[in-house]
């Protein structure tokens, strides 16, 4: 038996803007995971147990678009594996799907990286990522390919698509609230929907996705200088410029509203927007408190992250 796992992620700065190559920043969240294991079946086929999914079926019976069955295929058709092995897949995950903190790419990684070494198939963390980000864009349109970059690492990055992927050192560590909408939050959809409004009007937007990378450029240098105090009023900037862009909503508003009267130093949404996540800047002392009135707010769940 093989078995690998990766973590979620959560974005700090930088959403919608890094598709349109600006800098955006993210970092792991390793109290949630996926986890996949692989081993050798007694029955003919490669079979799949995902019961956070209520998946339990054989490969060919699944829709070749199915998101594991195209993992499962895109990488047998990468290994040129043509007589497709029998093997027992076991896929869990304690990562909320459509809520932004990665959970199809963690589910791709930790596949992907268990397939590779059960099958002896070498694959380095770069073309993990590389085929993570391909399977990305079958299910996300236009993806930043920050999801994928951050998982397979497992380390806070620094990204600009298509040309820079720095990890980067956390001068001083500090403490996240992660906050979910229990709204499901679709990434195509939200991009989908900025890009329609920047075909439209390009050099208003433009301008706005560039304070956005202004912003993550900025706050990457208060992370690797140990002065987060200062990302409060960066999330605050950069959530109200992700609001004109129509992919927050008023449960989000409602949730980042709530943590700065409890005393987080600053708050914003987080990934896609629209639902899924938001996240508060917050005292380790404080945490317990925030967390507890964001769900007095309305959050369905909450974590409490160190970034480290």
Do not use: C
Not at 6 to 18: N, R, T
Not at 46 to 56: T, Y
Not at 108 to 133: G, K, P, W
Not at 265 to 273: C, D, E, I, N, Q
């Amino acid at each position: 038996m093989t078995t690998s796992s990766a973590p979620g992620k959560i974005i700090l700065f930088g959403e919608h803007a890094v598709v349109y190559g600006r800098p955006a920043l993210a970092v792991p969240v390793t109290q949630v995971r996926a986890d996949v294991e692989v081993s050798n079946s007694s029955r003919a086929g490669i079979w799949i147990d995902a019961p956070d999914i209520n998946l339990q079926a054989e490969l060919n019976r699944l829709p070749s678009d199915h998101p594991i069955a195209s993992v499962i295929h895109n990488f047998l058709f990468l290994a040129r594996i043509s007589s497709f092995p029998n093997l027992e897949i076991k896929i869990s995950s304690t990562i909320p799907v459509a809520s932004g903190l990665g959970s199809g790419a963690a589910v791709t990684v930790a596949l992907t990286r268990a397939l590779a070494a059960h099958l002896s198939y070498s694959m380095s963390d770069e073309e993990i990522n590389m085929f993570a980000y391909e399977i990305e864009k079958l299910y996300h349109g236009t993806p930043s390919g920050i999801d994928n970059t951050v998982v397979t690492y497992a380390k806070p990055v620094y990204f600009v698509k298509g040309q820079l992927m720095e990890v980067f050192k956390v001068g001083q560590s500090f403490t996240i609230v992660i906050a979910d909408t229990g709204i499901p939050a679709p990434t195509k959809e939200s991009v989908g929907a900025v890009r329609r409004l920047w075909l439209d009007n390009k050099s208003r937007w433009e301008s706005v996705f560039d304070k956005i990378g202004e912003i993550s450029f900025t706050a990457r240098r208060a992370i690797e200088a140990g002065k987060y105090e200062l990302l409060g009023e960066l999330m605050d900037e950069n959530h109200a410029l992700l609001q004109t862009t129509t992919v927050s909503s008023p449960e989000l508003d409602q949730l980042v509203e709530a943590a700065r009267r409890a005393g987080a130093r600053g708050a914003k949404l987080s990934g896609g927007g629209r639902g899924g996540n938001m996240i508060a800047l917050v005292e380790p002392e404080s945490a317990e408190v925030v967390s507890i009135s964001l769900k007095e707010a309305g959050a369905k769940n909450t974590i409490i992250t160190r970034v480290s």
